[in-house]
């Protein structure tokens, strides 16, 4: 049989329901509003201005730190670059004899420098051209001081011109009329004319009088006397013994004197005698 019943069913059907507010989730419209303007008033929203200013970053910050370091040692610099403290208020000279020292100060032309902009280049090339001055150095000792060490031309020799016997050191540099002491190298020279301090002499005839001086006593048993510059032949030697020897130019000095050395016991062997020998042509010399 069939019985029925008045229960509701268990599944209720589907309804559409018009719901009048937001449901959770849901986007609300975007909307324009107008406001008033001058009404003095600032406008709602946390209390911000019309102008929105971004806030300071990490890397804004660091930007403006390292910009005041760098003014800050910028005028720190400048104060020491125009600080009389690092001016060139002393100068201390090294190595001078015969040189005074405030001619050397003098010559360096940095007395009162800035001690980061003085030319300690230009300052060495100056003393260079003192012609007592050999070599010169000159270093920045801080905070205001310049050390200037220079080593002065040793006399040499002897350079006799036109009846004036000149002081001169290896390099063929007059030095004075100051005699260099006893056992000197002399050349005479036939040129006319008066030397000034500074002037330089003929290189080749120091050179060949040099190793002459040097050599000559070794190889062929005797001194020499003189060293003379003749001009249009060269050097020319004299030995104790009274022989004369024309070398001409300094080159081969070593050799020369060999062949002289050779030539003299020849001689003497054969009973030969002669009084000078022009050996400027090598290994042909010529007896007289």
């Known amino acids: 049989m069939i019985v029925r019943r008045n229960r509701q069913p268990t599944r209720l059907p589907r309804m559409i329901v018009r719901r009048g507010r937001q449901t959770v989730g849901e986007k609300a419209p975007r909307?324009?509003?107008?406001?008033?303007?001058?009404?003095?008033?600032?406008?709602?929203?946390?209390?911000?201005?019309?102008?929105?200013?971004?806030r300071p970053g990490r890397?804004?910050?660091?930007?403006l730190a390292f910009a005041g370091l760098v003014a800050m040692l910028g005028g720190a610099g400048y104060w020491a670059w125009a600080s009389p403290f690092f001016r060139v208020n002393n100068i201390e000279v090294a190595g001078n004899e015969r040189i005074g020292a405030d001619v050397i100060v003098?010559?360096?032309?940095?007395l009162g420098e800035s001690m980061f902009t003085a030319d300690l280049a230009t300052a060495q090339k100056a003393l260079y051209q003192h012609p007592l001055i050999y070599s010169a150095h000159v270093e920045r000792r801080w905070p205001a001081t310049l050390r200037v060490v220079?080593?002065?031309?040793?006399?040499?020799?002897?350079?006799?011109?036109?009846?004036?016997?000149?002081?001169?050191?290896?390099?063929?540099?007059?030095?004075?009329?100051?005699?260099?002491?006893?056992?000197?190298?002399?050349?005479?020279?036939?040129?006319?004319?008066?030397?000034?301090?500074?002037d330089r002499v003929d290189y080749q005839a120091v050179d060949a009088a040099a190793e002459i001086y040097e050599r000559l006593p070794r190889q062929l048993g005797t001194?020499?006397?003189?060293?003379a510059h003749l001009a249009g032949k060269g050097v020319q030697v004299t030995t104790a013994t009274g022989e004369s020897a024309l070398l001409?130019?300094?080159?081969?000095?070593?050799?020369?004197?060999?062949?002289?050395?050779?030539?003299?016991?020849?001689?003497?062997?054969?009973?030969?005698?002669?009084?000078?020998?022009?050996?400027?042509?090598?290994?042909?010399?010529?007896?007289?």
């Open 106 to 110: 003098i010559s360096t032309g940095l």
């Open 223 to 227: 001194t020499v006397t003189e060293v």
């Open 150 to 198: 220079v080593e002065e031309r040793q006399a040499w020799g002897v350079w006799e011109q036109g009846g004036v016997r000149y002081t001169i050191d290896r390099d063929g540099v007059v030095l004075g009329t100051v005699s260099p002491g006893a056992g000197a190298p002399v050349i005479r020279s036939s040129a006319a004319g008066s030397l000034r301090q500074g």
């Open 59 to 63: 890397r804004w910050l660091l930007g």
């Open 248 to 288: 001409g130019d300094s080159s081969s000095i070593a050799y020369k004197l060999a062949v002289w050395a050779a030539l003299r016991r020849e001689a003497q062997l054969q009973g030969i005698n002669y009084t000078s020998v022009d050996l400027r042509y090598g290994n042909r010399p010529v007896l007289q």
């Open 31 to 54: 909307m324009i509003v107008r406001r008033p303007r001058g009404d003095g008033q600032p406008p709602s929203g946390g209390g911000r201005g019309f102008f929105r200013f971004p």
